[in-house]
């Protein structure tokens, strides 16, 4: 699988060269890498494997939404299997940990669903790699759910009650409620980043570390090419590779499936919480234009 790297770190991160074989010449990537250090700009092996990610999702997706959408039931093995994957986002994370709209936030689930799972198996397969080993790469994931737990809230509930959610309601006089809260606001406010900051670390961390290890494994067999320990250590290496591969099989999976039910529950809490924020606002209004009211036609009685 891997005899084009010295070590497991050349295989295990992102390169502007595509190494196959050490007898044969690495493939340069487009752009300007002629930089030093190989520093520029332009195409690098995690980058055209996110592209060949997203045209595969595309390519098994868009005839399967066609498909549905002239009423035709999916056949076959293949699109029911395509089908409930989506189906499972939508009932068993989107509708219990986001509520009511969540059919709002779906698409949003099922292609960081899809997107995650894809980059991850990319890297079961020899010579190329999973983009999710790449902490710059899960960093901008967990960012667009950042974005998206705000964009959603201040949307749907405005600014005010946005801001509001993240400072629990408290009933108790307004001297001592403002230093309370001025010291709660941040620290939610930086909970919810950390929440996300963490999203990214788990995903990246697991492949980074699952990739590092098979291709460590790997490395012993080249090590010991001119000794008599050769065969051995290569039928134990094999071994070993093929029962860490199915539990990688199974971390891709598994990760895949975390980032997009985390993205749900936090998105989830945020919008609850603003909702509640917003109630409140509206039912304290209330409150105020009838005590005016009230008040003012008392003061017409008199």
């Avoid at 056949?75 to 409930?84: A, H, V, Y």
């Amino acid at each position: 699988m891997i005899f084009a790297a010295g070590s497991a770190f050349e295989h295990v991160l992102d390169t502007m060269h595509w190494h196959v074989f050490d007898t044969l010449p690495a493939i340069p990537m487009l752009g300007a890498h002629h930089w030093p250090n190989e520093g520029g700009f332009g195409l690098t092996k995690y980058s055209v494997l996110m592209f060949a990610a997203a045209g595969l999702i595309c390519w098994i997706y868009i005839p399967l939404a066609k498909r549905i959408q002239t009423g035709a039931a999916p056949t076959g093995t293949w699109w029911n299997l395509f089908e409930s994957v989506l189906v499972f986002i939508r009932d068993e994370i989107a509708k219990p940990y986001i509520g009511k709209d969540a059919d709002r936030y779906v698409p949003y689930l099922w292609t960081v669903f899809l997107f995650v799972l894809t980059c991850n198996l990319l890297g079961m397969f020899p010579f190329l790699g999973s983009p999710t080993a790449s902490f710059a790469m899960t960093s901008v994931l967990a960012g667009g759910t950042f974005i998206l737990i705000h964009a959603s809230s201040i949307m749907r509930f405005g600014v005010k009650s946005h801001l509001l959610s993240f400072a629990p309601h408290m009933d108790m006089p307004f001297a001592i409620k403002l230093p309370i809260l001025i010291m709660l606001w941040p620290i939610e406010f930086i909970g919810l980043m950390l929440k996300c900051f963490v999203l990214a670390v788990r995903l990246f961390a697991n492949m980074f570390a699952g990739h590092m290890v098979l291709a460590t494994i790997l490395l012993f067999i080249p090590a010991v090419q001119h000794s008599g320990m050769f065969w051995p250590v290569t039928a134990a290496s094999v071994f070993g590779v093929i029962a860490l591969s199915l539990l990688e099989l199974f971390v891709a999976f598994l990760q895949a499936y975390l980032f997009t039910f985390l993205t749900a529950l936090f998105l989830g809490g945020v919008l609850e919480h603003a909702e509640h924020a917003a109630h409140a606002e509206h039912d304290h209004g209330h409150d105020e234009h009838h005590g005016h009211a009230h008040a003012a036609g008392e003061h017409h009685h008199h």
